[in-house]
């Protein structure tokens, strides 16, 4: 078997050894929520523009028209694209948040008003504006230099996978990113690593994504609970698909079917679809 295991590196354990988030999605809600989203906003979309002759669209209508547009677009796309129309809607959050706050002030100096009628539009603020602007820092319109979006085109370089005859090895360095409560200031994850030992495996599955994220490759191990989660696009992680394929460790023909999905299928050997815990 192939080793390319970099004989310098030695193992370690990693306390959080079990299956790794999800790395492709790159979305605050799940499939179903930005279905059922995508889908209310295109209809409110489609109703407003039926209804244009008879709306004045000087009252501002037609800034709830290209809101639920965004939102529609940024439900159906993914990646830059996504990050794209969704930092569109955050820079709306965000004005919408800063408008709020000066009517409010411009009412209570005008009229006398009592100061705690601030306390509406800031919680509105802090509650959407902050997170709507540490997504636009974050995102940049889908121009961000950071990798933000696991597309088939790049790979993931913070994350590598190697193996020898005994052990496959997960070394990651995560990439920095931007909390909400910390908006002008980066956060590095930890790096951390760990090992697979092949004997240990009992099932290999194969999480086809789609066309914008990258697939993944899932691991289980006897005594485990959920499934070690390695990116398709990791580097290494073509290089351990191979090596499980020689070693017989998943169906050479449902292999091509699966490497042809896009439709988020899960493919196992053995076949039997696993109850996927994700961590």
């Not at 800034?63 to 939102?71: E, G, K, N, P, R």
């Not at 677009?73 to 990050?83: M, V």
């Not at 820079?91 to 006398?112: K, N, T």
Request: proline share 6%; glycine share 6%.
């Amino acid at each position: 078997m192939t080793n390319n295991r970099p004989s310098s590196t030695e193992p370690a354990n990693n306390p959080n050894h079990k299956p790794s988030q999800n790395l492709a999605d790159d979305s605050f809600l799940s499939t179903p929520a930005r279905i059922i989203l995508g889908i209310f906003s295109l209809i409110f979309t489609i109703i407003m523009f039926l209804h244009a002759d008879s709306v004045n669209y000087k009252n501002g209508s037609w800034i709830f028209t290209c809101f639920c547009l965004a939102i529609t677009f940024a439900c159906f796309t993914k990646g830059r694209i996504s990050q794209f129309f969704g930092s569109w809607i955050a820079l709306g959050v965000v004005g919408a948040s800063f408008f709020y706050v000066i009517v409010r002030i411009i009412e209570i100096i005008e009229d006398a008003e009592n100061i705690l009628g601030m306390f509406e539009p800031i919680m509105f603020a802090v509650v959407f504006g902050m997170p709507s602007l540490s997504y636009l820092f974050s995102t940049q319109f889908g121009f961000a230099k950071e990798n933000t979006d696991n597309s088939p085109t790049d790979n993931i370089d913070w994350y590598q996978v190697t193996f020898d005859e005994a052990y496959i090895y997960r070394d990651v360095t995560p990439p920095p990113y931007r909390e909400w409560r910390k908006l002008f200031k980066k956060v590095t994850p930890k790096p951390w690593n760990d090992r697979i030992k092949w004997s240990d495996i009992n099932q290999i599955c194969f999480q086809a994504l789609g066309l914008y994220d990258s697939d993944l490759i899932l691991i289980h191990i006897h005594d485990e609970t959920g499934y070690y989660s390695i990116p398709m696009e990791a580097m290494g992680g073509l290089e351990l698909w191979t090596e499980i394929l020689e070693r017989k460790l998943f169906d050479e023909q449902l292999a091509v079917q699966a490497m042809g999905s896009i439709n988020n299928e899960i493919f196992c050997t053995p076949t039997t679809l696993p109850n996927i815990k994700k961590m």
